[in-house]
């Protein structure tokens, strides 16, 4: 099983930027992806979920309206598109399978948004 995320990198505040996360080793259609971040001295955090199917998403409210996440099961990817972004956004981000009993995770990429 891997998951790769890329997209990460500097971007000032306002900025945008796509993570993408390209799954491989499972069946990517019947798992919920998700991405996560974790700032340096605090618990990792949900920040965007979408079901299997792609039909239902969820974001904490934190990043609700500013943050989109979707999926491709052509290209076992999901995708987070992240606009409007603050300094407090400056974590690394990760990519998330989970179902049922089973969780994946990917290494993370560094996201850091500073003028």
């Known amino acids: 099983v891997q998951l790769v995320e890329s997209g990460g990198g500097l971007v000032q505040p306002g900025g945008s930027l796509r993570l993408s996360c390209a799954a491989s080793?499972?069946?990517?259609?019947?798992?919920?992806m998700n991405w996560y971040r974790q700032a340096p001295g605090k618990e990792r955090e949900l920040v965007a979920g979408?079901?299997?199917?792609?039909?239902?998403?969820n974001y904490p409210d934190s990043v609700k309206g500013r943050f989109t996440i979707s999926r491709d099961s052509a290209k076992n990817t999901v995708y987070l598109q992240m606009n409007s972004l603050k300094p407090e956004d400056t974590a690394v981000y990760y990519c998330?399978?989970?179902?049922?009993?089973?969780?994946?995770w990917g290494r993370g990429t560094q996201v850091t948004v500073s003028s």
């Open positions: 979408i079901n299997s199917a792609g039909g239902v998403t």
């Open positions: 998330n399978a989970n179902r049922l009993w089973l969780t994946y």
């Open positions: 080793g499972f069946t990517f259609s019947t798992y919920a």
